[in-house]
């Protein structure tokens, strides 16, 4: 059987061609695809069969195309559609699982009914050649119900499914953003095409519209789709391709494209040339029996029928009279020629057309087969015209472009994969004066700018680590400082909880000192007698006498133990001591009358006593204010008081306070040379600059040698501040320790005897006095000078 190819046959088989080609190449790439866009290789194959139909039913006039027509095509623009369905919802990324999930379990079962029912009606239509289509399809038009919704479910079921695609592919172009958004929306007008021939497709079948105006729709519109898709995929980041790759694509589809208009404009040419050619052939038939001939000379027609006389003028193809009666009550066609099928034979199919001569009705019928045979050689022609081109492109691609663009970009491209591994002299050859051109240039003077800016930062990076170990040592000790901070932090918060437990047996001692100091006070008192006023009176003379010196002090102590013993006073050696305690070393003999009755003896040592514990009370109380204020100074360390709180103070009475606070507590034979130049008056906080004074002489008192220990103590007045200075002929401090001595928690004491806070507490209070501290050191002499500005500065 010899194919006859007609008007469409190129562009399915052109069709055929692209697609062909594109499912090859990607399915060579399959593994460089994502899971997602693999589902194009599904779309690709199923247009392939789908245009493989098409060209098989426009090139063959054979029943048996009707068999392909409704098996192969129908089901695989089904296919086509759920599949193109499916790869809409993973298009740029999977949006919408679950719509998608649901979505294709509808499409499927939909389609498969659609492909079933139009398989079942098939059985229930005739196949006869289809004038419009110009191939042989089962009957369109048939009173059925079963027909006709065999004949829609194709259509219907496809505009379903497309318009589904439309929806989601319109959520994702509202969602996404550049080029994603580009590249929905050439997806979506892709998808918008195939469902307007979709749609042209149900007005066909219920005969709304015309079978040549949608196939010339169904072709145009396809190609146009195609290229969009093709264009649109090869934009896709996931698709792998070579600018060689697209280069040559884009020109097959540009170059189908093109032959697809030029075909177009041609056919339609074609058919106008051949119409007016039947019609030169019925008016030299009319003229001819006008003028009486009875057998008129004819080129093309094979049939000329006198209709009401029922006879033949020209018969080539044995027509009898019973095939007239056939075709008796046939519609009319006086103004064009129209195909006619006067049998199931392709070689019964004619062009027709009827006209009047001498008052007689006459039809003339020319060959289709004839037609379609002139058709076919164009056709072929434009075949071979595209296989020829496409040969061409492919034996031009070399010099066209691979040498002018693909080689440069591949120089280009190493280039660059040579400076990302580190080479910074490698240079691209520039072998033209266009864009690639002046992009290499760029590439070479780029990569020069970088080898420059790499040598200069070496150095920079050489100057910079130096400066770095710097910061780095900066750094440290920035670190440390925080440390203190945080060590700081943490002791304000053991402070205050440990000020709380601290602060309440305190309260306790003050509270009970002072109940003792009530009851001393609120003993009642007879009236005095002569020997109560002299026990007051001997014990009020001796208490600010001076001491003796060593030696006298033990010959009087004898003395005064043999005076006791003698007037008969138990423990004599107690009460002696005691007394020397207070500085009473002897019995002067205004006094010792008070000794000679049992009466007075126990009123002296009543009012002894009473006395002694009013001076330890007087120390306890003095201690207890003394602890309060250090807790107070430890919670309050990091805390400088508001200038407003301060009060004028001299340091002369703080540094008293403190020497009588402690002279009790001094080791043995240390002297203390304590003297004033001037009284300075400064503002300040009272209780804190009495802890600096305690702490400073303390240390000095602990530094100072067992023997011949010695603490010069001096306060001078100066024009803006006042001079303190605290020696001692101790040991000294060492110098590596020196520059730490203020550092809080640092102590060089064993452990549990201090707590390294005394120092650092002592520079808190002298900055929060915007005064300053500094220490001098060697052995045998240490120095500390505080400098505190006076209030009137």
């Known amino acids: 059987m010899v194919p006859l190819l007609n008007l469409y046959s190129f562009f399915y088989f052109g069709l055929c061609l692209v697609s062909g080609i594109a499912f090859v190449y990607f399915i060579s790439r399959k593994e460089d695809l994502t899971p997602t866009f693999r589902g194009l290789l599904i779309p690709l194959i199923c247009l392939f069969f789908w245009s493989v139909a098409w060209s098989i039913c426009n090139s063959f006039v054979a029943p048996w195309t009707a068999y392909i027509f409704v098996f192969l095509k129908n089901p ?57 289509m110009e191939f042989y399809v089962p009957d369109q038009n048939s009173p059925s119900t079963i027909v006709q919704l065999s004949i829609l479910s194709i259509a219907g079921v496809l505009c379903l499914v497309l318009g ?151 018969n080539k193809i044995n027509f009898t009279k019973e095939n007239i009666n056939q075709i008796q009550n046939r519609p009319n066609s006086f103004e064009s020629f129209t195909v006619e099928s006067f049998s199931n034979d392709p070689k019964g199919i004619y062009w027709t057309s009827e006209f009047y001569a001498k008052n007689h ?90 080898r420059d800016a790499r040598l200069q930062l070496e150095q920079k990076i050489e100057e910079r680590t130096e400066s770095l170990n710097q910061t780095i040592l900066e750094l440290r000790e920035t670190q440390e400082q925080l440390l203190q901070a945080e060590r700081m932090s943490t002791l304000g918060k053991i402070a205050a909880s440990v000020a709380h437990e601290i602060n309440n047996p305190l309260a306790a001692i003050k509270g009970s000192i002072q109940f003792i100091k009530d009851g001393q006070t609120n003993v009642p008192n007879p009236d005095k007698s002569e020997n109560f006023l002299l026990a007051e009176q001997f014990i009020a003379e001796f208490k600010n006498q001076k001491r003796s010196d060593v030696t006298s002090r033990f010959k009087r102590k004898k003395e005064l133990i043999a005076f006791f013993k003698a007037k008969s006073i138990p423990d004599p050696i107690s009460l002696a001591d005691t007394c020397f305690d207070f500085k009473i070393e002897v019995v002067p003999e205004e006094y010792q009358k008070l000794f000679e009755t049992e009466e007075g003896r126990t009123i002296f040592q009543s009012q002894l006593n009473d006395f002694v514990i009013g001076f330890h009370l007087g120390i306890i109380e003095t201690a207890v204010e003394r602890a ?44 203390i040379d304590w003297k004033v130049s001037g009284d300075p008056v400064i503002l300040g906080h009272a209780d804190e600059l009495v802890q600096v004074w305690t702490n400073l002489i303390y240390n000095s ?13 001096f306060l001078k007045e100066e024009s803006t501040e006042a001079l303190i200075t605290i020696e001692d002929n101790g040991k000294g401090i060492p110098e590596d320790i020196l520059p730490r001595i203020f550092e809080p928690f640092f102590t060089t004491k064993e452990l549990g005897m201090g707590t390294g806070l005394g120092l650092s507490i002592v520079q808190k209070i002298i900055q929060n006095h915007n005064g300053s501290i500094q220490v001098e050191s060697q052995p045998g002499k240490t120095l500390f000078s505080i400098h505190i500005p006076l209030a009137k500065s």
């Not at 039947?278 to 004819?298: A, C, D, I, Y």
């Not at 009475?653 to 507590?665: N, P, Q």
């Not at 008192?701 to 103590?713: H, V």
């Open 701 to 713: 008192i602990q530094a100072c040698p067992k023997e011949g220990g010695k603490i010069r103590i």
């Open 628 to 671: 309060s204020k250090i807790v107070f100074a430890l919670k309050h360390h990091s805390y400088s008081g508001p200038r407003e709180s301060q009060k004028l103070l001299s340091l002369k009475e703080g540094i008293d306070s403190v020497l009588s606070m402690y002279s009790t507590s001094w080791k043995q034979n240390i002297e």
């Open 361 to 450: 009705h006459f039809l003339i019928a020319i060959p289709y087969i004839e037609y379609r045979n002139t058709v076919h050689q164009t056709v072929v022609w434009l075949i071979v015209t595209l296989l020829f081109s496409l040969f061409t492109i492919f034996m031009l691609y070399p010099v066209l472009h691979k040498t002018s663009i693909v080689y440069p970009l591949t120089r280009l491209l190493a280039g660059i994969r040579k400076m990302h591994s580190g080479d910074l002299f490698v240079t691209v050859k520039v072998s033209s004066r266009d864009e690639i051109g002046e992009l290499s240039n760029s590439f070479n003077e780029m990569i020069s700018i970088v």
């Open 76 to 132: 695989f623009i089904l296919i086509l559609g759920v599949a193109s369905s499916n790869l809409a919802f993973g298009f740029q990324e999977n949006s919408f699982p679950r719509w998608k999930k649901w979505s294709l379990r509808i499409h499927i079962a939909l389609a498969t009914a659609a492909i079933l029912a139009n398989g079942t009606g098939f059985f229930y239509r005739e196949i006869h050649f289809d004038p419009k």
């Open 164 to 314: 589904n695609t439309i929806t989601v592919l319109t959520a994702k172009f509202l969602r996404f953003q550049g080029s994603q958004k580009r590249n929905t929306g050439g997806f979506l007008l892709a998808i918008l095409g195939i469902l307007l021939l979709a749609f042209a497709d149900i007005l066909v079948d219920l005969n709304y519209f015309s079978k040549p105006t949608f196939l010339f729709l169904l072709t145009n519109l396809t190609i146009i789709i195609m290229t969009i898709l093709v264009l649109v995929s090869l934009n896709q980041e996931t698709i792998p391709s070579t600018v060689g790759f697209k280069i040559m694509t884009f020109n097959l589809t540009v170059l189908y494209l093109i032959l697809s208009i030029v075909a177009n404009f041609l056919f339609n040419r074609f058919r106008i040339d051949f119409q007016n050619e039947m019609s030169r052939e019925k008016h030299s038939v009319k003229t001819q029996l006008e003028l009486g001939v009875t057998f008129p000379f004819v080129y093309l027609s094979d049939l000329v029928i006198d209709m009401q006389n029922q006879s033949f003028r020209i």
